[in-house]
C-alpha cells in the first residue's frame, strides 16, 4: 500500500534538516509523498548512468588542471614567459565556466534538465513544479517501477485542484530572486563559501609542481625535465588525497552534516597552509630536508579536508536550499561565481609568487579559506531544506 511505504521512508530518513520529517504523514501533501518514495527507491541503472553523466565534467576538469600543473613549469623554463602570462594562461582554463554555468543554471530551470543533460528521463520534479503532472508521473514510475501502484494513486488526482495546489508551481523566475529577503542568505551561503574555496582549490591544485619545485622537494641535480618529472610525482602521490579525501566525504557528511563538515575542511585546509608555510621557513635551514615531510603533511592535510568537506558540500547545498523552479538557477549562480574565484586564484598566484615568494601564495590560501570558514558559521543556519 501507498500509504505503508510512505510511512516506513518517513521513519527511515535521519540526518538530514527536514521538515516533513516532522509533519505527521496527514498533513504530508501529495508531491512531498512522491519524493519520500523516490528518496526511499534504491539506485536504479537510469540513475547510476546519470550520476556518470553528471562527474564526466569533473573528471575532465580535474585531468585538465593536473595536466596544465605539470606541463607549466616546462612551458615557464622554454617560453620564459612573465609571471602575469602564466597566470592568464591558468585563468584560459576556467573562465568559460563562469559563463557556462551563470547561463547554463538559469536555462536548465526554464527548459528542464534533459535539454541540457541530453538524456532520459527529466526531473520529475522540474515535471511537477511546471504543472505537468502525467509527465511526472511516468518519469517516477521509469525511476522506481516497484512503487508504480502507488506513484498512480498518488497522481491519480491530477485534475484535482487540492493535488495542484499541493505541488509549487511556479514559472522559472529570475536569477534577481536570489537576492530578495527570502533568499539572500541562503545565496550568500551557497556562493561565498565555494567563491572562496576555489580560489584555494584551483590555484594550489594548479600550481602544486611549481610550490614543489619553489620549496626544492626534487633538489637541484638534474635539467628543468628531470626536476619537472619528480615535482610532478611529488603531486601524483599528493593528490591520491583528493581521492581519499571524497571517499571519506562520503562517508561523513551523513553523519556530521554539510554545516559541519565544511568547516571542518576549511580548518583543515586552514592548517594545511600554515603546516606549509612552517616548512617553507625550515627549506632554508641547515637541517636539510627536514622540511619534507611537512611539506607533504601539509598538502595532504589540505588536499584531504577540502574534499571531504568544502568540495563535496558546496555542491549540493544549493539543490537542498532552493526550491525546485530555483534550484539550477542557484546552481548555476554558485558555481559561475565560484569560478571566477578559481579564475582570479590562477591569476594571482603567478603574481604573487614572482614579487613576494611561496609563502606569500600560502597565507593567501590561508586567509581565504578562515575567511570560507567564518562565513560558512556565520551563514550556516540557513541550512534548512526548501
Do not use: C
Not at 641535480?221 to 562520503?250: E, H, K, Q, W
Amino acid at each position: 500500500m501507498p500509504g505503508g511505504n510512505i510511512a516506513r521512508a518517513s521513519t527511515q530518513r535521519g540526518g538530514y534538516n527536514n521538515a516533513r520529517d516532522s509533519k505527521p504523514l496527514s498533513e504530508i501533501t501529495a508531491s512531498q509523498r512522491l519524493t519520500l518514495l523516490l528518496d526511499e527507491s534504491p539506485l536504479k541503472p537510469i540513475q547510476r548512468w546519470l550520476w556518470l553523466l553528471s562527474t564526466g565534467g569533473t573528471l575532465l576538469d580535474g585531468l585538465a588542471i593536473f595536466a596544465l600543473g605539470v606541463a607549466m613549469p616546462l612551458i615557464i623554463a622554454e617560453f620564459h614567459i612573465r609571471p602575469g602570462v602564466v597566470g592568464l594562461i591558468g585563468a584560459a582554463l576556467v573562465l568559460g565556466a563562469v559563463f557556462g554555468a551563470g547561463i547554463g543554471g538559469p536555462v536548465a530551470d526554464r527548459l528542464g534538465r534533459k535539454r541540457l543533460m541530453l538524456s532520459e528521463p527529466d526531473s520529475p520534479h522540474w515535471l511537477m513544479a511546471r504543472g505537468k503532472f502525467v509527465e511526472a508521473a511516468h518519469a517516477f514510475i521509469r525511476i522506481m517501477p516497484e512503487q508504480r501502484e502507488a506513484v498512480l494513486q498518488l497522481t491519480s488526482g491530477v485534475g484535482e485542484k487540492s493535488f495542484a495546489d499541493s505541488v509549487a508551481q511556479a514559472k522559472a523566475a529570475g536569477i534577481a530572486i536570489l537576492f530578495s529577503r527570502q533568499y539572500r542568505a541562503r545565496t550568500v551561503l551557497v556562493a561565498v563559501p565555494w567563491f572562496l574555496m576555489d580560489i584555494a582549490t584551483y590555484g594550489v591544485g594548479l600550481f602544486t609542481p611549481i610550490i614543489l619545485g619553489a620549496i626544492t622537494i626534487s633538489g637541484d641535480a638534474g635539467g628543468v625535465i628531470t626536476r619537472d618529472f619528480a615535482d610532478a610525482r611529488g603531486s601524483a602521490a599528493i593528490d591520491l588525497f583528493l581521492l581519499f579525501g571524497f571517499l571519506l566525504g562520503i562517508w561523513a557528511v551523513p553523519r556530521f552534516g554539510r554545516i559541519r563538515m565544511q568547516v571542518i575542511g576549511f580548518a583543515g585546509m586552514t592548517i594545511g597552509m600554515l603546516v606549509l608555510m612552517i616548512a617553507v621557513g625550515l627549506s632554508s635551514s641547515p637541517a636539510g630536508a627536514g622540511h619534507i615531510p611537512l611539506v607533504f603533511a601539509g598538502f595532504i592535510l589540505f588536499n584531504l579536508l577540502m574534499n571531504a568537506g568544502p568540495n563535496a558540500t558546496t555542491f549540493t547545498l544549493a539543490p537542498i536550499l532552493f526550491p525546485i523552479q530555483l534550484r539550477a538557477t542557484a546552481s548555476g549562480f554558485a558555481a559561475g561565481v565560484a569560478k571566477i574565484g578559481a579564475t582570479l586564484g590562477v591569476f594571482v598566484l603567478p603574481i604573487l609568487k614572482g614579487k613576494f615568494g611561496v609563502p606569500a601564495i600560502l597565507g593567501m590560501m590561508a586567509a581565504v579559506s578562515v575567511l570560507g570558514l567564518i562565513v560558512t558559521l556565520v551563514f550556516g543556519r540557513e541550512d534548512i531544506e526548501a
